[in-house]
């Protein structure tokens, strides 16, 4: 809509510097006043004068019917009407669905992409699971919410660093030493991959906890042990940076799987442990600005001047902390990408840690303090699928994922049992289903579904989208199996619902910008539904291939073509695939 949006702005920007406005009325500014009205009868788009009454001393009607006065209609516009406060201005519907559908078949899956970030980079850090813990249904929220924020910044321009800044350090791997030299043994290892860890690091867990309620004392020794080896790892002992490659192998090997699944990549997986020798020169900045106090044996930063506890930077024991790492790997990233924006993304839990080690950062004197950015995203439950009991109930991803995929498989097997590369298709509808379930909330809320009602072909669902696709491409397919061409076609609209399908694609760049701007992909997969929504109305009340006016024909495959190009860019940018044919 921006087009339109530019033309009607022009207009009432030259209006209006005849009534004698010039400030404050331009034609940028005019564009972000204009609104859509709430029902077509209204026009598509809608100038309110309100604001206006100050500077021409008028009431609203009034001023509208001035500017009305200077306007007249023809090009984009068939009508322009005053209507209280408010200038309606009704499209063409052939002009503009004209521009608009030639747009998109020339710019195809471009359409809706900008230059925005020109120059830019952003970083964005996202997914970052704890090495040798489950990979669980919280880390969805991080994965796709991250790599979707990626493709939304990607898709405008900027040049995009995503960071898996892998849990690799820390005294986890001390335990998982002791446990796995007492338990366990390498081919285990080997046959069970990562399930094999987690058993002994719960196990080692446990037996360090023990179990106060029942009255089971935890092992303190095993506790020490840990730590001890942990310590060896840290100075660099052999056995245990060998023993430590070799878990985060495991480990990678199994969220490699997952990604792939998703179709996700990283650029870069520097992890905590990567940090260890760039942080000494971070403490020592700190401490040479004064801003570490010692508290208790440990050094903090005070932040009660910001009403925030303080933040850990060294253990009594002189070890470094989570925060100490963020602190480092910051300055690092500054350094090395030299970012218009860092972006982390985790779990609403860590709100605190981000704000505390964002104020230290600040309070360093760095003054790229305020280009780093937390999106937190609320906790995560799904019902309907099974717990995976060996891990202490907890959900996994690759769990939910596989059930998804079954599900749809048995669908796919029932009722359309000839479909090609049905693996491959029920792979891509089952998780395509959980992400875009998933995405549909706002990310700063917490968020439960029904693996059911995710799963289902009707409704606002990933299945009913990528159904909406595939029916888009089969129209295609039997155009050109029937040698129909269309590509220089004059568009020419009869129906309303070919009118609205235009407008509502005409809408996608805009909500592109919308997710940007709030990083926020739930925008998108609205946008998705509706765009999908209206291209079925359009296709239940418009026969494309068997309408009598051939250049009806034409427009409507022009249409159809559009509506799937939006729809693969949309699925593209929330980590949804798009087969042809579901
Ligand atoms: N590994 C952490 C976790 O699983 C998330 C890391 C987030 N990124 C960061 N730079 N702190 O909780």
Redesign the pocket.
């Known amino acids: 809509m921006f087009y339109a949006k530019k033309q009607t702005a022009n207009l009432i920007a030259s209006a209006l510097a005849e009534l004698g406005v010039t400030e404050g009325f331009d034609e940028n500014s005019i564009v972000t006043m204009l609104e859509y009205p709430p029902s077509p009868e209204n026009g598509d788009l809608a100038f309110p004068c309100f604001r206006l009454s100050r500077t021409l001393r008028k009431a609203p009607p009034m001023i509208a019917s001035d500017i009305k006065a200077k306007l007249s209609a023809g090009g984009l516009f068939e009508k322009i009407e005053q209507a209280g406060g408010y200038l309606n201005f009704y499209f063409d519907k052939t002009v503009f669905s004209d521009v608009i559908i030639k747009e998109i078949c020339d710019k195809k899956e471009k359409y809706g992409s900008s230059d925005e970030g020109k120059g830019k980079t952003v970083v964005l850090?996202?997914s970052?699971?704890?090495i040798c813990?489950p990979f669980h249904i919280g880390?969805l929220g991080?994965t796709v919410i991250g790599h979707s924020i990626k493709k939304i910044h990607e898709f405008s321009g900027y040049n995009c660093v995503g960071i898996n800044?892998?849990?690799d350090w820390g005294t986890q791997f001390g335990k998982l030493m002791v446990a796995y030299r007492k338990w366990g043994n390498k081919e285990d290892v080997e046959k069970g991959g990562i399930d094999v860890l987690v058993d002994l690091y719960v196990r080692i867990n446990h037996e360090i906890d023990g179990d106060p309620e029942h009255g089971i004392e935890g092992n303190k020794e095993l506790a020490d042990e840990a730590r001890a080896e942990f310590h060896k790892l840290e100075l660099g002992d052999p056995d245990n940076i060998e023993l430590w490659k070799w878990f985060k192998e495991i480990s990678l090997a199994e969220y490699e799987k997952t990604y792939a699944q998703l179709g996700i990549t990283f650029d870069s997986y520097l992890g905590?442990s990567f940090y260890t020798d760039k942080m000494p020169a971070q403490v020592q900045k700190l401490r040479e600005a004064n801003l570490l106090k010692i508290d208790d044996g440990a050094s903090i930063v005070d932040l009660s001047d910001y009403k925030m506890p303080p933040c850990l930077i060294l253990r009594s024991d002189g070890s470094t902390l989570?925060p100490t790492?963020?602190i480092a790997?910051?300055v690092y990233r500054h350094d090395t990408y030299d970012f218009a924006k860092c972006v982390?993304?985790?779990?609403d839990?860590?709100i605190l840690?981000?704000k505390q080690w964002f104020k230290v950062v600040e309070m360093m004197g760095y003054d790229w303090a305020d280009k780093l950015v937390h999106i937190p995203y609320g906790t995560i439950s799904v019902a309907g699928v099974k717990l995976s009991t060996r891990h202490g109930n907890v959900l996994l991803l690759r769990d939910v994922f596989g059930q998804a995929v079954d599900k749809v498989r048995s669908v796919i097997e029932e009722k359309n049992p000839d479909l090609e590369n049905k693996d491959e298709v029920a792979e891509a509808v089952g998780i395509g289903a959980i992400i875009y379930y998933y995405l549909l909330g706002s990310i700063g809320k917490s968020s439960s579904f029904v693996m059911d009602d995710a799963l289902s072909f009707d409704g606002n669902t990933g299945p009913y989208a990528q159904y909406t696709y595939a029916r888009t491409c089969s129209i295609l397919a039997k155009a050109k199996q029937n040698g129909v061409s269309y590509g220089a076609a004059d568009v020419k609209i009869t129906s309303d619902e070919e009118f609205a399908l235009a407008k509502q694609l005409a809408l996608f760049p805009e909500k592109v910008k919308a997710a940007l701007d709030g990083y926020e992909p739930s925008v998108i997969t609205h946008y998705i539904f509706d765009a999908a929504t209206q291209f079925n109305r359009f296709y239940h009340n418009c026969p494309v291939l068997t309408a009598e006016d051939p250049d009806t024909v034409k427009t409507r495959l022009m249409l159809t073509e559009s509506a799937g190009h939006v729809l693969k860019s949309a699925f593209s940018l929330i980590c949804m695939k798009a087969p042809e044919k579901v």
């Open positions: 850090d996202y970052s699971p704890n813990k880390h991080s800044y892998l849990g905590e989570y790492r963020d790997a910051a982390y993304v985790t779990s839990q860590q840690h981000f």
